[in-house]
């Protein structure tokens, strides 16, 4: 039951799809390739991107997000961000992502049925965002209405759209994103006046070469740590439980060897990849495996069938935590690397050890439906019941 992979494996690593104007790569030497030469293929895609597609610089501008700039500019910005989200900092973390998971799983028995994606895998993540930026954690039922109403969209990702197609999915995510950075403007802004022991504030003080970051961009940056830090966790711990459940003698290993947990997390990103593309642009003429792709071009870079390429990883449609070493790609590669791996992979190391814990089985109930992210670039379920035990 193979439905969560994405993408065709078979036929050419590298496709021009003359509908959507896009050039797929499906490979995983070729994504190696990609993400290792920020030079040739930008991170910039706004560059190639049809003027008229566009909304204009005063409606909308992605100034100072992080996975949209290259380098020089790029390797400024991480660092400065880095030195407010350390290790430390995310370490620091593991008693209270303990204690909420626990809190979380006695609300749901209580009240007697559970439900993964709502009853924990949602909200641990939020909560655990909300908490390190210095955001009220309480205000989640808003940030989940901005995270859908910018991330639940089935829309084809294309370059041959009509302008009015283009103007309706603007004008659709402009509201959420909209009211999303107004209310961490409102935050950032009241840090200025009084910090306080949060990553918001340690983002407004953080300083490189003597130099802040304007406040347009640490209110971007916010967007993007809000909006990453729960939406791919999310689909994580979703994806875990899943997989799990096809997998059973995997579900007895890890119980019998807790210390394989880890092992489960990391096959887990590679076999059902959460972001499952990137999207880059060509600033010269080059090759890629078998193509020759002219300069300004969009590429698709698909992490999620370079996750399943049989010239890198053995069996790839068989979930084996004993893959070692696993060089997915789940979390990117090179400068773009994800900055909350760390984090991701101790929300999802402790959840799923609590979660071994307390039910004796991990299964879904086959009554109930089990339902997909309707979207091409997320994998990851938004409703897991399963059976209590
Ligand atoms: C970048 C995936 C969780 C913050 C990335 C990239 C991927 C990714 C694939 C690379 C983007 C690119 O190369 O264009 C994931 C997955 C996660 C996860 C699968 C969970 C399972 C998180 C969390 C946070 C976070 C929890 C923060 C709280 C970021 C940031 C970047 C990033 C800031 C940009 C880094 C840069 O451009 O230098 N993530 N992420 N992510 N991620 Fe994550």
């Not at 290792?36 to 049809?50: E, I, L, Y």
């Not at 005063?58 to 961000?81: A, C, M, N, W, Y």
């Not at 802004?189 to 070469?209: G, I, M, N, Q, Y």
């Not at 439980?241 to 590679?270: G, T």
Request: hydrophobic share 40%.
């Amino acid at each position: 039951q193979l439905f969560w992979l994405h993408g065709p494996r078979s036929g050419p690593a590298v496709e021009y799809e003359a509908r959507t104007g896009l050039w797929n790569v499906y490979g995983y030497p070729e994504l190696i390739e990609i993400l290792g030469d920020p030079a040739t293929f930008s991170s910039d895609t706004m560059r190639v991107t049809p003027k008229e597609l566009l909304p204009s610089e005063d409606e909308f501008s992605l100034q100072g997000f992080i996975t949209q700039i290259d380098p020089p500019e790029h390797g400024r910005l991480r660092k400065l961000v880095s030195s407010a989200f350390t290790r430390k900092v995310v370490a620091d973390l593991e008693p209270r992502i303990a204690e909420l998971t626990h809190e979380l799983l006695d609300a749901a028995r209580e009240r007697g049925r559970f439900e993964l994606v709502t009853d924990l895998a949602y909200p641990l993540p939020v909560i655990v965002i909300a908490e390190l930026l210095g955001v009220p954690s309480s205000d989640r039922a808003l940030f989940k209405e901005w995270a859908d109403g910018l991330f639940e969209r089935d829309a084809e990702i294309s370059l041959k759209q009509s302008v009015e197609q283009s103007k309706a999915e603007f004008e659709a995510t402009m509201k959420p994103w909209n009211e999303m950075s107004a209310y961490l403007a409102a935050h950032a802004a009241e840090r200025r006046r009084h910090p306080r022991a949060d990553l918001l504030s340690r983002l407004v003080e953080a300083k490189v070469d003597g130099e802040r970051l304007p406040d347009d961009q640490v209110v971007n940056f916010a967007i993007l740590l809000l909006l990453a830090g729960h939406i791919t966790t999310t689909m994580l711990l979703g994806n875990t439980v899943l997989c799990l459940d096809a997998f059973p003698e995997q579900q007895d290993k890890v119980r019998a060897d807790r210390s394989s947990i880890p092992a489960v997390i990391e096959e887990s990103l590679r076999f059902m990849t959460p972001f499952a593309l990137l999207g880059r642009s060509t600033t010269r003429e080059t090759r890629l495996g078998d193509a020759t792709i002219p300069a300004d071009q969009m590429l698709v870079a698909w992490l999620s069938t370079a996750n399943r390429d049989p010239r890198q990883f053995a069996d790839p449609d068989l979930f084996d935590p004993g893959r070692d070493p696993n060089p997915h790609l789940g979390f990117g590669r090179g400068i773009h690397f994800c900055l909350g791996a760390p984090l991701a992979r101790l929300e999802g190391r402790i959840a799923l050890d609590i979660l071994l814990d307390r039910f004796a089985t991990l299964r879904t109930d086959p009554e109930e439906a089990v339902q997909f992210i309707p979207s091409p670039s997320l994998t990851g379920v938004r409703r897991l019941p399963l059976i209590q035990g």
